[in-house]
């Protein structure tokens, strides 16, 4: 199984500011994804992340609140934009997709 | 109506109980179930999986799919307190890498 380090692990933020979380993974993928665990709701893809291309974004999530970068196949990050009390959540990075997901410890974001 | 549905709990049992955990869903599309394993903190761990109907069984956990019913479920005998944490089922189509998860059931094993 590979090892995801996500840092962050945990931050409180001032709203109206930006976020930049890491993920960081020891083998090289070709995708990497970023989800979203809001408070008694389920784990939601925000995007899929190649390396050397446009991230993908599912329904409701826009690049310019949560712009990702992918600069190469063993790093991403998630920048959380504009944030409100709304964007407080979880925040996970994963690989492997399919039946195989693994999962970040997570980024918990608390804006105040 | 939601793709997966799963009921949020929380669940208490006592050590040495058998749990039944459940999840339900819409998409007749759905291959691939898998539950996952969420402790506090951390990230989820995948569990299990099984590909179309049948059950699975991993020591003390099973997995069953009723794909007619599009109903699942994970069992765990002999429960034991370091099972407690919350429990997320997941699904996927065949060819697709976008999982989608159930809210997970927050189970809580006491000694």
């Known amino acids: 199984s590979a090892v995801i380090s996500q840092k962050p692990s945990r931050d409180i933020c001032q709203r109206g500011t930006s976020l930049t979380i890491q993920c960081q993974v020891d083998s090289q993928v070709t995708m990497m994804f970023w989800y979203r665990q809001q408070p008694g709701q389920s784990l939601t893809l925000i995007a899929t992340a190649n390396q050397g291309s446009e991230a993908t974004y599912e329904s409701g999530f826009v690049i310019d609140k949560f712009p990702i970068s992918r600069p190469n196949l063993t790093f991403s990050t998630l920048t959380v934009s504009n944030m409100s009390p709304e964007d407080s959540s979880i925040y996970l990075c994963?690989?492997?997709?399919?039946?195989?997901?693994?999962f970040g410890q997570g980024t918990r974001l608390t804006v105040v | 109506q939601k793709e997966v549905e799963q009921d949020p709990g929380p669940l208490s049992v006592p050590e040495g109980a058998i749990v039944s955990l459940n999840c339900t869903y819409s998409n007749s599309a759905f291959q691939y179930f898998m539950w996952y394993r969420q402790y506090s903190r951390k990230g989820p761990e995948l569990l299990m999986y099984t590909y179309s109907s049948g059950n699975k069984e991993d020591g003390r956990f099973t997995a069953q799919v009723d794909k007619s019913s599009k109903y699942i479920s994970l069992f765990i005998r002999d429960s034991q307190p370091s099972d407690s944490a919350t429990y997320l089922c997941a699904m996927i189509q065949g060819g697709s890498e976008k999982l989608v998860f159930g809210k997970g059931t927050k189970l809580t094993v006491n000694p």
């Open positions: 994963s690989i492997g997709g399919d039946t195989e997901a693994f």
